[in-house]
């Protein structure tokens, strides 16, 4: 499975911005898939993730702005009111049903006036 993310760029603050990625190859093995995002100098954090069954939750980052969805094996993730603190690079991973995680390339999100 690999795992082709896109989207991001230099967003002004408060804007908006979509993320995309797309799994390719034996999907069918893939259980979960979400986003996890590193801000500089910080650790890698959960922004949100879906299973196969429908279920989707979101991690500890402000809710309200960001709107996750999943179809299959593709995950989309729109970012709303973009702030500074948004700023870093946003990967894209999935978690096979044997336990196993791949993670995508990383898209770079720049928040900046």
């Known amino acids: 499975v690999q795992l082709q993310a896109s989207g991001g760029g230099l967003v002004e603050p408060g804007g908006s911005v979509n993320l995309s ?12 898939m979400g986003w996890y995002r590193q801000a500089p100098e910080k650790a ?6 879906g299973t196969t069954g429908g279920d989707a939750r979101y991690g500890d ?6 709107i996750f969805s999943r179809d299959n094996a593709k ?9 500074v ?14 336990g196993v995680t791949v993670w ?10």
Not at 61 to 66: D, Q
């Open 61 to 66: 980052l402000e809710k309200g702005r960001f």
């Open 21 to 32: 990625c797309a799994g390719s190859g034996d999907i069918a093995i893939i259980n979960v």
């Open 85 to 98: 603190e948004d700023t870093g690079v946003y990967y894209c991973y999935a978690q096979f049903w044997s």
């Open 75 to 83: 995950v989309t993730l729109r970012l709303n009111s973009l702030k």
């Open 104 to 113: 995508g390339q990383g898209t770079l999100v720049t928040v900046s006036s």
């Open 44 to 49: 890698r954090e959960l922004v949100a993730v």
